[in-house]
């Protein structure tokens, strides 16, 4: 039988945030990046369990100093070393295979070389081995892979972009169809979009879909939209809605097609380089939607967006300015524990 991924609107068990640790690369952004880890962390306990994991003693004891996280009894802080908070793309991508639980573990090269990521590529077995992750079945796989460059809708179909799955950075030599197999019997997709177009300025993934379109319920895609002509992005994502547009479900069904607004151009305060600011790179958890926020008017309109595609979900903005500076979003920085399959 194949594996199971379940899509990321399915009950949760968990979900796994990482503290911003102090020698990291947050600089004279640590305060900053930590109140917002704290706010995303507060938002997502109202809904589900948080296991929170202290990279090293400093970051601990500083978690252990916000009485509102070390007295929650929904969070629990966890131990474990690793090199950065981006545990979307090396932690657990958790399956089903006839109800039995697996954490499959893909290595992670710090996207391709760029970053060091040896304790990230340790996580998920570490994690497995201390018990946190359940009654799972530890799996360990020799591809290159990252949660944030891959979505399911739950229905056999996968989204993703070509630039990076298929780049020569992280597995080289391989095909298409060497991940088309994969997807296929570990989890259960039997159709995949392959993006060709589509990116955001200042992106180190090499175009992570989790940046750009979403799948969501009712057989929808939310994706990261451009109507400003003078933008840069506007071009590579138009081309990429018209992509969007002529893809099909299973069933032969076009998707629903949602489109967030792009927030308004944000530099990095040290170089002046344009960060990757976009509003699809949203969390889903049970009950409610953390939405990356840049006290921008286009905030409101991207917040109306994902409430009429998750109408059963509170939408909660979490002001990501702090973030974007490491290029990352709400997504990237968490990795959903599903409770149970889901092929609704």
């Not at 994690?127 to 979505?151: I, M, N, P």
């Not at 998707?255 to 002046?272: C, M, Q, S, T």
Request: charged letters at 25%; hydrophobic letters at 40%; glycine letters at 8%.
């Amino acid at each position: 039988m194949t594996g199971y991924l379940p899509p990321e609107w399915a009950p949760q068990a968990a979900t796994l945030l990482v503290w911003p640790r102090a020698d990291g690369d947050w600089g004279d952004g640590l305060a900053d990046a930590r109140d917002v880890h704290a706010r995303m962390t507060s938002a997502l306990a109202t809904c589900q369990p948080v296991l929170l994991l202290a990279p090293d003693p400093e970051a601990r004891h500083d978690i252990e100093q916000r009485r509102d996280l070390a007295a929650n009894p929904a969070i629990s802080l966890i131990d474990c070393p690793v090199d950065d908070i981006w545990i979307r793309d090396y932690g657990p991508l958790t399956t089903f295979r006839d109800s039995r639980r697996t954490a499959l573990d893909f290595r992670f090269d710090g996207w391709g070389g760029k970053f060091p990521a040896r304790r990230d590529d340790e996580a998920t077995r570490r994690l497995a081995a201390d018990g946190w992750l359940g009654d799972v079945s530890y799996q360990a796989e020799t591809l290159v892979l990252e949660g944030g460059s891959l979505e399911v809708d739950g229905r056999g179909a996968l989204l993703t972009t070509r630039r990076c799955l298929l780049g020569e950075n992280r597995n080289p030599g391989s095909y298409q169809a060497t991940f088309e197999a994969l997807f296929a019997d570990c989890f259960g997709v039997d159709r995949v979009h392959w993006l060709d177009h589509g990116e955001l300025i200042g992106d180190d993934t090499d175009g992570h879909v989790d940046t750009l379109a979403r799948f969501v319920p009712g057989n929808g895609i939310v994706y990261q939209g451009c109507d400003d002509s003078r933008d840069d992005h506007y071009q590579p994502l138009q081309t990429m809605a018209d992509e969007l547009a002529t893809l099909r479900d299973s069933s032969g069904q076009p998707y629903v097609l949602h489109e967030l607004p792009l927030p308004a151009p944000i530099h990095d305060p040290d170089d002046g380089h344009r960060l990757p600011a976009g509003y699809a790179n949203f969390l889903i958890a049970n009950g409610c939607v953390l939405m990356p926020a840049f006290d921008d008017p286009a905030d409101a309109v991207a917040r109306a967006v994902l409430a009429a595609a998750l109408p059963d979900r509170r939408i909660i903005p979490v002001d990501c300015r702090a973030l974007i500076r490491q290029n990352g979003g709400i997504h990237c920085a968490a990795m959903q524990l599903p409770a149970a399959p889901d092929h609704d």
